[in-house]
């Protein structure tokens, strides 16, 4: 009779153990599309800046840049992406 629940302990903790790695890695793989996203519309946006005719543009989309909502570790990648997609600053 132990054994049997020491191997349906077991079991339950393998299966818990399991959904928690294959809901890290799901997680972890839509954050990375989100920064890659991300770095790509930045670089966008410095690239657009650093061709236009206007010299003041640099320095606004350099001050946009600057003003991200960032939160160091804990920054919102999808709320950093929509300021950069609407081109709005961050208040």
Do not use: D, R
């Amino acid at each position: 009779m132990t054994i049997k629940a020491i191997f349906a302990v077991l079991l339950s903790l393998t299966f818990g153990a399991l959904c928690f790695g294959v809901g890290a890695f799901t997680t972890s793989f839509n954050q990375n599309m989100c920064y890659s996203e991300l770095l790509s519309e930045l670089g966008s946006g410095s690239q657009k800046a650093a061709n236009s005719s206007k010299p003041e543009a640099f320095k606004n989309w350099a001050n946009f840049a600057s003003n991200l909502p960032l939160q160091g570790y804990e920054s919102n990648c999808e709320e950093i992406l929509k300021y950069v997609k609407a081109g709005t600053p961050h208040e």
